[in-house]
Nanobody, 126 residues
Framework: VQLQASGGGLVQCGGSLRLSCAGI????????MNWFRQAPGMEREFVAA????????AYADSVKGRFTVSADNAKNTLSLQMNSLKPEDTAIYYC????????????????????WGKGTLVTVSS
């Protein structure tokens, strides 16, 4: 089982990036999919989540209105469209899968996730 995140890179302040996460060895339809990030010297933080059905999404206040999360269960892929990027968005971004039978489709503390990807680095220059 793997989660492979990609799409990170260097972008100027105000620019856009689209991150992708491919799931291998399991079916997205059984999981809610989330994005977390960790900046240098900081704790990991929740970014965005999409429920297993795709009907519900949630965002951290810091990215609301700028980021959009989506999942394609048929293709087993998760995306994060990031617009109006800021230097404080600089971090390693991780995708994570949470069993759909959990009470909530995300946990801001990153608890009780079944699978984690290795991350992709996003650097936003000022």
């Amino acid at each position: 089982v793997q989660l492979q995140a990609s799409g990170g890179g260097l972008v100027q302040c105000g620019g856009s990036l689209r991150l992708s996460c491919a799931g291998i060895g399991f079916h997205f339809s059984n999981y809610a999919m989330n994005w977390f990030r960790q900046a240098p010297g900081m704790e990991r933080e929740f970014v965005a989540a999409v429920s297993w059905s795709g009907r519900n999404t949630a965002y951290a206040d810091s990215v609301k209105g700028r980021f959009t999360v989506s999942a394609d269960n048929a293709k087993n892929t998760l995306s994060l469209q990031m617009n109006s990027l800021k230097p404080e968005d600089t971090a390693i971004y991780y995708c994570a899968a949470r069993n759909k039978f959990r009470q909530s489709y995300y946990d801001r503390g990153g608890r009780d996730y079944t699978y984690w990807g290795k991350g992709t680095l996003v650097t936003v220059s000022s």
